[in-house]
């Protein structure tokens, strides 16, 4: 039986999406028709130069930026190690490995612009990502709230290895992580641990977020078949019922939480990778590589053991 779920969907994410999809299709501009966005050709010292110098001085920011506005918050320790494998129903480790598979693309993206040949680009992107999870993991491992993760780490590599194995077997992705969020009703009941407003709760409200295997169809057909090489078939996964990390609390601060059940929830969707569309400007290309992070809204049939098969008109 199917049952149609009715969600609020991000409208900040939709309304961003949708705007750059206008303006990569229909704004043909001069500008977006120079060959700034072009990859080089061959390297090019001065991209190569800047895209050094611009992510050295980010590294720098990023990790004086966490240690001193987060970290410092909080009490600090030696280094210890912490096991958080049965935490929030292990979306955190699929979070992990979406960020890192999305750096080490993004980074390979970039190095490719400079010039820089497709196995080196691809390697310093893998790299890229590895260092910077790795370097969160150990600053969480010098604090006494949390600790370095195995299981993160894990994903990390992960990550980085579906990034890279494609590279390697197919010199091109096929099948990336996506992310898509919507507004849960959970955030309300603890939001100084799922998140007080969008922003926060975007990054800490697990019940919200679905992580994607999105696999690109025409890419594993033969050319003859002529199918549209946009279109994609989804595999999502996410978890609902959480206020609390490994369990739910019955009271936060006097007030009696409702008992909601904890499950997993199993999607399957289509969607889109739109910066493979023919016949747009290396401008779109550079603004659709959205699509290749965010997830396209779309009707969606899920499955979870609480509920059985579910029907989402649209979901994200």
């Not at 240690?67 to 292990?90: A, G, I, Q, V």
């Not at 969607?271 to 959205?290: A, C, E, N, P, W």
Request: aromatic share 18%; hydrophobic share 45%; proline share 4%.
């Amino acid at each position: 039986m199917f049952f149609v779920k009715r969600i609020v969907l991000f409208k900040p994410i939709v309304k961003t999406f949708l705007v750059i999809l206008f303006i990569s299709l229909f704004l043909q501009s001069s500008f977006a028709q120079t060959d700034f966005f072009q990859p080089s050709v061959k390297y090019n010292s001065s991209r190569g130069a800047g895209v050094i110098i611009s992510e050295s001085l980010l590294a720098t920011a990023v990790t004086f930026g966490l240690n001193y506005l987060w970290y410092k918050k909080f009490p600090h320790s030696r280094f210890h190690l912490f096991n958080d494998d049965n935490e929030w129903l292990n979306m955190d480790k699929v979070g992990h490995a979406t960020t890192a598979y999305n750096i080490a693309a993004i980074q390979s993206d970039i190095f490719r612009w400079a010039g820089v040949k497709p196995a080196p680009a691809s390697a310093i992107g893998t790299l890229t990502a590895l260092g910077f999870m790795t370097m969160i993991e150990i600053l969480d491992g010098h604090s006494a709230k949390w600790g370095f993760s195995p299981g993160d780490m894990l994903a990390n590599i992960s990550g980085c290895l579906l990034f890279q194995g494609q590279q390697w077997m197919w010199n091109q992705q096929r099948i990336s992580l996506k992310f898509s969020f919507h507004y849960s009703m959970f955030a309300k009941f603890y939001p100084q641990e799922l998140g007080s407003n969008w922003r926060e709760r975007i990054i800490k409200d697990y019940n919200g977020q679905t992580y994607w295997l999105s696999f690109n169809i025409a890419s594993f057909l033969p050319a003859k078949a002529n199918f549209p090489n946009w279109l994609n078939a989804s595999f999502g996964y996410g978890a609902e019922g959480m206020i609390g990390a490994v369990k739910n609390p019955t009271e936060i601060n006097g007030q009696k939480i409702p008992d909601f059940k904890r499950y997993r929830q199993f999607y399957f969707s289509f969607d889109t990778d739109l910066y493979r569309l023919d016949d747009v400007s290396y401008f779109g290309t550079t603004l659709l590589k959205i699509n290749h992070i965010f997830k396209t809204i779309s009707p969606t049939l899920e499955w979870n053991k609480e509920n059985g098969v579910r029907w989402h008109w649209l979901y994200y």
